[in-house]
């Protein structure tokens, strides 16, 4: 099973510049050894299950909400049963193969 998760989560009672709240879930992201991929608008994210990925979220959102009182998030998610970890760069990589032979 993979699981990818694209999620964006900041405070908006925060100001202008929310970067130091980002900070603190990517921090927890990287130190929670899973494949992730921090993106100018978003984190993308993928776990062998649907728990482990929900308790990313769940993490994220607590270590906003003790000092936040308004928390933002997006979320989407491509749950794929009979694929296996590593899709978020196969996804990739079969598009950048592709390029080339739109224009054929």
């Not at 908006?12 to 992201?29: E, N």
Request: some cysteine.
């Amino acid at each position: 099973m993979s699981v990818l998760v694209n999620f964006a989560m900041f405070p908006t009672d925060k100001g202008d510049s929310v970067s130091l709240y980002v900070s603190r879930i990517l921090d927890m992201v990287r130190s929670s050894n899973i494949n992730y991929k921090l993106t100018p608008m978003s984190t993308v994210i993928e776990t062998e299950t649907l728990p482990e990925a929900l308790e990313i979220i769940q993490k994220a959102y607590d270590l906003l909400a003790c000092d936040c009182q308004r928390v933002y998030s997006s979320i989407t998610m491509d749950i794929q049963t009979n694929k296996s970890m590593g899709r978020m760069e196969g996804k990739v990589k079969s598009i950048e193969s592709k390029i080339g032979e739109v224009r054929k």
